[in-house]
Every structure is written in C-alpha cells, then in structure tokens.
C-alpha cells in the first residue's frame, strides 16, 4: 500500500534561518507531488508540484523553493525564512490522473 | 484567480440534520471533483468524489452532488454526527493537467 511521510511534525525556526521539509512516498513510482501551505484562517494553497525527476513548478512566487532529487522525495527550502512563513505545511502525492491527493500528516512550522 | 470557490467559511448544524457544504467553480475543463475532510493539525483526508459524467455520487452518510451547467458541486452530509465537525475541502482537477486545485475550505461545526 502506499504511505506518504513527511517531517518533521513540528518546527521552530528563528527568522533568518534556512528551512528543510522532507516528504517522502512509498508504495508508488512516479507520483505527482505536491507542497501546499495552510496558513492560519486560510484554505490550502499550492506552493509547488513536480510531475518527474527534477521537475519543478511553483504556483506563487516566494521565499521558498522545492527540489525533487528522488522519484519519491520532495524537499521545500528557503535560505532565509521570514514572520510570513508561519503555517502548516503539507506534502501530497497523486496519481497521473489526478483523481485522488495523498496527504502527509504535515508540519507546523512557526518562524519567531 | 480562484478557481475552485468555498463562499462560506463556516457552517454550523445541528446533530441529526443534514449539512449540505457547497463549492462553486470557474474552469469548464474540470472534469473530476473530490472533496477532502481535514481535522486541526493533520493532513487532509479523501471522502468522496464524482467525474462529471455523473451527477451523483453516494457513499453511506455522505452524497456528493454534481451541477455541470451551474459549475456547482455540493457534498450532504445526513444525518451529521459530531465527529463530522472539521474543515471540508473541495477539489478539482482535469485530464491532462498536473494540480488538483483547491478551495479555501469550510468549516463544519456539529452542535449537540
């Protein structure tokens, strides 16, 4: 079956710091993936996807990048966090078709 | 440009009525809508969808309703339980695109 992972549950970050998110999936090849950000009162907003290897494309524009160095391992980045990079982040897998999203369990990340 | 719109952010409903959450969208591409149940500090978490060959889908207490030429979906929800009270996402997606596309998402309380 397949399960999707993604850490770390909770982060404290002081503003200024990098950031690395890692999600990971197992069970499947060639996923989409996702990363999207609730933001607090706020629905959930695509920040990246990546259909393949090295294939990334970012929905706003940011202080956060991703990578795809693996089939099934997606990393979301930034050099310098900011206040506004507080929320919650989560991480999804789907199938080509798009018929269904995989949510990972996501990581509150607070930026002080 | 919000393709996928949730217009109410909150619904409240008595335990044992129906609650009926509504979603509205712009892309006449869309052909497959999901709708996703989240609790606070988790991943989102699959309910139910519909293609748009059909107009209804059903699953035990929930019914996902399909309005092509309205572009209008709702999911019921009967008879509503406490446990159903979370944030309800609505979904979509299109053949041959890379995204679901989400809406901002409404947040059900079952009062007792």
């Known amino acids: 079956s397949q399960t999707i992972h993604q850490w770390p549950a909770t982060l404290v970050q002081p503003v200024g710091s990098p950031l690395s998110l890692e999600c990971t999936v197992e069970?499947?090849?060639?996923?989409?993936l996702y990363w999207y950000r609730q933001a607090a009162g706020r629905g959930l907003q695509l920040l990246f996807y990546s259909v393949g290897i090295g294939q990334i494309s970012s929905e706003v524009p940011q202080n956060l990048s991703a990578s795809r160095p693996q089939d099934r391992q997606f990393i979301l980045s930034s050099k310098k966090l900011l206040l506004s990079d507080s929320g919650f982040y989560l991480c999804?897998?789907?199938?080509?078709?798009?018929?269904?999203?995989?949510f990972g369990q996501g990581t509150r990340l607070t930026v002080v | 440009d919000q393709q996928v719109k949730q217009n109410s952010p909150s619904l409240s409903v008595q335990e044992g009525r129906i609650s009926i959450l509504n979603c509205d969208y712009t892309?006449?591409?869309?052909?497959?809508f999901l709708w996703y149940k989240k609790y606070p500090a988790e991943g989102p978490t699959f309910l139910i969808s519909?293609?748009?060959?059909?107009d209804k889908n059903e699953d035990g207490r929930f019914t996902v309703f399909l309005n092509k030429s309205a572009k209008h979906l709702s999911l019921h929800i009967v008879p509503s339980q406490p446990g159903d009270s979370a944030v309800y996402f609505c979904?979509?997606?299109?053949?041959?695109?890379?995204?679901?596309?989400f809406g901002q998402g409404t947040r059900l309380t079952i009062n007792p």
């Open positions: 979904a979509a997606s299109s053949q041959g695109a890379q995204k679901l596309v």
């Open positions: 999804a897998w789907s199938n080509l078709m798009n018929t269904e999203a995989f």
């Open positions: 069970g499947t090849s060639n996923p989409n």
């Open positions: 892309n006449s591409m869309f052909d497959y």
């Open positions: 519909i293609s748009s060959i059909k």
